[in-house]
Each structure stands twice: as structure tokens, then as C-alpha cells.
């Protein structure tokens, strides 16, 4: 396969997004493991975190028991993690040329902290291209999950996080807003079911590689 350079840098940077219980992680591997079969070299990063101090971070802005923690604060929080990450982290990587598969970036931003925590989209935008310097993904795969499905998927696992525990309401105007962004940018987007198969949302994200757009 071989992949455009739309930021100018030979890297191609895949972004991850869906609501909380949406399949992320199983598709990052799966995603990770082709490529590298592929002969390609894969850095597989998440935010927040994919720094020490995006990692310090992440505990503040996700652990209960840090007391209330305002929209503002807590969206400069995942910023700041995500300026961090990529000035560290993801342009170095897409300097050398290596694939960056990463779960979750800006557009977790606008819908859970601009639709979510009602700061609106423009605003948590703007701030999120300063501190990225304006680094978009080439292709962000939104894996789109009903907040209920999201919610029994989750409940195997260990406690939910300060996001997660929010109630459904919150998770529906998160499910919007990340659908809004993806129709704002389609040659950018792939939109896939998250009720799909693991098999067939893996092999139609396989597909679009070699669309992505220049
Ligand atoms: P994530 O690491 O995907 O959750 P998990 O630990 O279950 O894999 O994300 C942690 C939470 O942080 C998730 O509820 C979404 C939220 N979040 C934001 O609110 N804003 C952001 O910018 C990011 C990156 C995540």
C-alpha cells in the first residue's frame, strides 16, 4: 500500500474517536497489527496521556476525587496533554515517517468538553489548533456507538472514569457532535457502526487506507 502525505510530513496519522465503549482499542490493534504486516512502523498512542506528563494528566482530569474540576479547567487539561503529546510524541514519529495510530484526539475535545460540558465547538477548536500548532489526522475513523450499547459494553470492566460515569443525556450530545464533525469533512471521515462485527469494521477501515484524501 502506499499512503499521501496531506500535512506535508511523511507519516500518515490515524485518529480513532466514538463514545465511550464504542470498540477503539480492539480496532487500534487489529489497525496496528495489519500495518505492521504491512512493513510499516506503527506508533500506537492514546490521549490523554502518550507522555509522562500527558499521563500525569490524564490521572487529574480523569480520577474521581480531585473534587470539581470546571469545563474550562478540564478541557485546558486534555489540551495541554495533547499539546505534550503532539510535540513529543506524534510529529516526530510522522518526521520518520512511521504510521501514528492514535486512540482519541481533538474531536473528543469538541464533543465531550464543547457539546458535552456545553463550552461549544468553535471555542474548544480554537483552542485545541493552538495547542496542536494545527495538526489534523489524515483520516479519523469514527466508530459510532448508541450510549446504551456503550454503557452495557463498559459494564465488565473496571470503575468508570469522571467522563464515562456521566449519564446517558451527556453521551447522546456527544454521539451528535462527533456525527456533526464527521459530515463537516467527509473526505476525512470514516464512519463506521460500532455494533458492527470487530472482522468488518477491521476490514473496512483496510479499505479506506488507500483512499485517503491528499
Ligand atoms: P479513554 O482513554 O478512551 O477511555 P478508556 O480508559 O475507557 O479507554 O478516554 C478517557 C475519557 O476521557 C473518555 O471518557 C473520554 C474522555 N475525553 C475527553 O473528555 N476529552 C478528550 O479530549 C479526550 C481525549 C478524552
Redesign the pocket.
Known amino acids: 500500500m502506499t499512503y499521501p502525505l496531506p500535512h506535508g510530513l511523511p507519516g500518515l496519522f490515524i485518529a480513532l474517536e466514538g463514545g ?1 465503549g464504542a470498540g ?2 480492539t480496532q487500534a490493534s487489529l489497525l496496528c497489527r495489519a500495518l505492521e504486516e504491512d512493513g510499516r512502523t506503527v506508533v500506537r498512542t ?3 496521556g502518550g507522555t509522562p506528563i500527558g499521563e500525569k494528566l490524564r490521572a487529574l482530569v ?1 480520577e474521581h476525587g480531585h473534587g470539581d474540576i470546571d469545563a474550562r479547567t478540564e478541557a485546558l487539561l ?1 489540551a495541554a496533554s495533547r499539546a505534550a503529546h503532539v510535540h513529543q510524541v506524534i510529529v516526530p514519529a510522522l518526521t520518520r515517517g512511521d504510521v501514528v495510530v492514535c ?2 484526539y481533538i474531536d ?2 469538541v464533543a ?2 464543547g457539546a458535552g460540558r456545553n463550552l461549544g465547538a468553535q471555542a474548544v477548536l480554537d483552542v485545541n489548533r493552538w495547542a496542536t500548532d494545527g495538526l489534523r489526522p489524515d483520516l479519523t475513523v469514527l466508530l459510532d456507538v448508541d450510549p446504551a450499547e456503550g454503557r452495557s459494553r463498559r459494564s465488565g470492566r473496571l470503575a468508570e ?1 469522571r ?2 460515569a456521566e449519564p446517558d443525556a451527556f453521551h447522546t450530545s456527544i454521539r451528535s457532535a462527533f456525527l456533526d464533525l464527521a459530515r463537516q469533512d467527509p473526505a476525512r471521515y470514516l464512519v463506521l457502526s460500532a455494533a458492527g462485527s470487530p472482522d468488518a469494521i477491521h476490514e473496512a477501515i483496510l479499505e479506506q487506507l488507500p483512499r485517503i484524501p491528499a
Open positions: 465511550d477503539k482499542s492514546r490521549e490523554p480523569l486534555f486512540d482519541r473528543s475535545s465531550y468538553q472514569d467522563l464515562e
